[in-house]
């Protein structure tokens, strides 16, 4: 997925947030040039980043929920809304940081 820390920062702003803490997300992006790992599991990183690293002041989880639809639609993929939205609240409420987990639970949202 073809996403930039400024996009990120454009983006959650658009929902009333603002950095707090970068590190993560440079970590999650820095994943997303990994050729060795599949999309789903980039996109676990950059999921994990926001929803249990809590890098942004307000609209993590919209942010989580914005960027798992933009992948979607850029790899032209279907979304169960209610159980992506059912996944994203899991991860944020229970800290999930298990990127399988993570994965397995985007994949069954996003096919």
């Known amino acids: ?14 929902f009333g947030g603002n950095l707090r803490s970068g590190s993560s997300l440079d970590f ?10 599949g999309l789903y599991k980039k996109l676990a990183y950059l999921v994990r980043a926001i929803l249990v690293d809590h890098p942004f002041s307000d609209g993590n989880k919209r942010t ?3 960027i798992s639809f933009a992948f979607a639609e850029e790899n032209k993929k279907q979304v169960d809304r209610e159980l992506l939205l059912h996944q994203i609240i899991s991860i944020a409420k229970k800290n999930i940081d ?3 987990n993570i994965e ?3 994949k069954n949202a996003i096919r």
């Open 104 to 106: 397995w639970r985007l």
């Open 64 to 66: 989580a929920m914005f």
């Open 28 to 37: 999650a992006l820095d994943k997303q040039d990994d050729t060795k790992l």
């Open 1 to 14: 997925m073809e996403i930039s820390k400024r996009d990120l920062l454009r983006i959650n702003h658009g």
């Open 98 to 100: 298990n990127i399988r």
